[in-house]
């Protein structure tokens, strides 16, 4: 079992839609949750970053954490064409002393005009 | 703005082939890290450095060695390529060394191709 699932999609919404995107995770360990956005042929840049239970707002983009599901989420409202790449999520915790980050696989979103 | 610099975008290489990826940071991280990315797999960890000099493997080691003579330079090594190394690698760097936080920068990446 891999310890960070994300569903790759990809993911086609019409502009003006809200966008949930969506990850679990099995390792209790993870204490600090990210989302990266990766437009294409450009490398991740971070977006939102969370360490508790609960919602982050920044514009048009929230981020959800629920640590006794193992469920992170990100919402993206009134979705533009610009929102168009592959979302990373991310997770961070100590594993055997180090802190590491672990990557979901990225869904592939596609906003259109 | 912290700007991670990766030399090659596009690498065509012939199996066999020793191959160098360079990695340069502007913002006196501590911190830089190999990865590549394969569709379906995600991100993956090839190797980490902390400090000049310093390394250690990350998940898959094998068939790469890197360098980090200068703090703001990470090189990845391939010591004789091979067609399951065609990936997207990417570098990336970070300020806190070890602790919980510190954001990663990533470098817009190095495609490699072996053929």
């Known amino acids: 079992q891999k310890e960070v699932e994300q569903d790759p999609g990809p993911l086609s919404v019409p502009e003006g839609a809200i966008v949930s995107l969506n990850c679990t995770y099995s390792n209790s360990a993870f204490q600090y949750f990210m989302w990266y956005r990766q437009y294409s042929r450009k490398g991740p840049e971070l977006l939102m970053y969370?360490?508790?239970?609960g919602n982050k707002e920044d514009g048009r983009f929230t981020a959800q954490v629920d640590k006794s599901s193992k469920y992170i989420s990100l919402f993206i409202r009134d979705s533009q064409p610009s929102d168009s790449a592959t979302y990373l999520c991310a997770m961070k915790g100590a594993t055997s002393g180090t802190y590491k980050y672990i990557f979901g696989t990225g869904t592939r979103l596609k906003v259109l005009a | 703005d912290v700007k991670v610099t990766q030399s090659s975008r596009y690498l065509v290489k012939r199996t066999g082939e020793k191959v160098f990826l360079e990695c340069v940071q502007d913002?006196?991280?501590?911190?830089m890290f190999w990865y590549r990315q394969d569709p379906g797999l995600g991100l993956r960890l090839i190797y980490f450095s902390y400090d000049v000099k310093m390394k250690e493997k990350g998940d898959i080691p094998e068939g790469y060695s890197v360098s980090r003579e200068k703090k703001e330079r990470f090189s990845l090594i391939l010591e004789s390529a091979s067609t399951n190394q065609t990936s997207m690698y990417l570098c990336a760097s970070s300020f806190q060394a070890g602790g919980p936080t510190g954001e990663l920068f990533f470098g817009e990446g190095s495609r490699l191709t072996v053929l």
């Open positions: 969370t360490y508790s239970s």
């Open positions: 913002m006196d991280h501590e911190n």
